[in-house]
């Protein structure tokens, strides 16, 4: 099923970057205090695609201690972090290798059932930031998987990085519809451009228009 990929970023306003020598002393503690602050806004993007399927706003998140970590001055406080969406056209392939139809696509949707899929992604054309979040959740998902070993697979499996897929197609009477992969983690990177993943449920999810994702 040819499809658009979205997933949500952390939005940096280049401002937030301005050097000052006094604060941080080395580009490594700055690094750290940035990591930090990425890690910290994984659980905004998690709360914000939450608070979209209530009826929230696609444009803004609230952060609760309203932080960022700003390169060269004490952290400051912002009303508002910004969650935007990057994209990436693709094909979406049930787990029996077969390009997944929209009454399939439905089927799944209707029964909430747990689903596997492999996304094959024309990397070459997405967005800068998508290439960028897809391998920062895939540097976390092989730090995770390199417990395996020693901790078992059960706890890899629990404790494996979550992201939420948003899918946008054409049904059967080819108009947009979106529906949302909650929870997926990776299974599989088979090459650069083709993953395997495990969505814990599907949603539909009313149209978005491409420039509410854009923001």
């Known amino acids: 099923m040819n ?5 949500p970023y952390y939005n940096y306003n280049d401002g937030n970057f301005d050097k000052d020598s006094d604060f941080y002393t080395s580009n490594e503690d700055y690094f750290a205090a940035l990591k930090a602050e990425i890690d910290k806004n994984d659980k905004l993007i998690g709360s914000k695609m939450s608070d979209y399927q209530r009826g929230g706003s ?25 969650i935007a969406y990057a994209k990436c056209d693709g094909i979406l392939i049930d787990e029996n290798g077969n390009d997944e139809t929209v009454d399939k696509f439905f089927s799944v949707i209707f029964s909430k059932d747990v689903a596997i899929y492999m996304l094959k992604l024309n990397i070459d054309n997405a967005d800068e930031e998508f290439e960028e979040t897809l391998n920062l959740w895939n540097d976390e998902h092989a730090k995770i998987s390199s417990y395996g070993v020693k901790l078992g697979d059960d706890w890899v499996f629990k404790n494996e990085p979550k992201r939420n897929i948003l899918v946008k197609f054409k049904n059967n009477a080819d108009e947009y519809q979106c529906a949302m992969l909650e929870n997926c983690k990776i299974l599989e990177k088979n090459d650069i451009s083709t993953y395997i993943i495990l969505a814990e449920r599907i949603k539909l999810m009313e149209y978005i228009p491409e420039e509410s994702l854009n923001q």
Not at 3 to 7: G, H
Not at 61 to 74: A, E, H, I, R, T
Request: aromatic content about 14%.
């Open 3 to 7: 499809s658009i990929f979205y997933l």
């Open 58 to 82: 696609l444009m803004s998140v609230n952060s609760q201690n309203g932080q960022v970590y700003v390169y060269g001055q004490n952290p400051s406080q912002h009303q508002e972090e910004n």
